[in-house]
């Protein structure tokens, strides 16, 4: 993909442009390929991403991108507020929530094929349980209960409960919801697979999360990411490790809603998950990155530690395309 840098200014204009809405599908795709000239960014790459001062420099970075000077003692990052509804509950509930909203095919098609991969690799034995991180409006859940699985939810984001709840039972459809931050909810409950779809992105403290979740599946059990913005190498809209994305579609989002817009390298991801006890593959899917898949089991028992002898960055695995 063909990316074009632009200025601060420059995306202010766009922010204009798009007003008070939202970008439709050819909006978008637009934003995608522009990238925020942030030539301060790369000073990321100078510390060790794992550090606590690399973490910080995420999250100033961040706030700089989020420009909300407004908030005073306030700022900082904080979940339960940045990641606050962006949508009201629509009254076309079948027909106005994402994807279908968008009304573009293409983009829907993509959708269709993440979950069918995900689908594919979640190794459920029939009446199996899965727990769905971030599910938006719910359209994994809901296929999940229809084919007989125990789906539960958990999203710190209450439109988002309230619209899967509202579908569910619409369509007389088991399907059970929480609000609570990612690791949370649920109880101790474990379960045979638990699911992130283009939400694992959202978590800052993504390294804490992925130790936390070995406490949230069953022996045997598997965590799936899905639709995460994974790049080979770094490139101008993820110029390091991991951080904030500097593509005007993310810098949008994290402008005007707050939300946490993370990107990752694949060596670092695989990596992070090395340290945090997990074996990953890699499934990428032909010309569909949102569909490309990471697959996750426990090293070492349900503890998942791993063994001490295994030196960093020996994966074979194949990058992202």
Known sequence: MVQVR?????FDAVLDRIGGG?????EYVRLTKCVLDMPDAARLNELDPFSNDYRQGVLDLYLTLRSRPDEGSAGGYH???DEAPSYTIPEAIWTGLVPWSFRDAAMTGEHLYAWGHILRHLGLQPGGSVLEYGPGSGQLLLMLARMGYRACGVDIDTVAVEVIRRQAAEMDLPVEVEQARFGQGFGTERFD????????????DFQALLRRL????KPGGRLLLCGEPVVEAPRPDIPYAWGPRLDALSVFCMRRFGWMELGFSHGFLMEAARR???QAAFHPFPDCGRASLYVLTPMTGEAGTPP?????GTSALPPPR
């Open 6 to 10: 632009v200025s601060p200014a420059e």
């Open 22 to 26: 939202v970008p439709d599908a050819a």
């Open 79 to 81: 979940p339960e507020r």
């Open 193 to 204: 697979a638990v699911v992130f779809y283009e939400a694992f992105h959202h978590s800052v």
């Open 214 to 217: 070995h406490d949230r599946i």
């Open 276 to 278: 945090a006890g997990w």
């Open 308 to 312: 001490e002898t295994e030196r960093p």
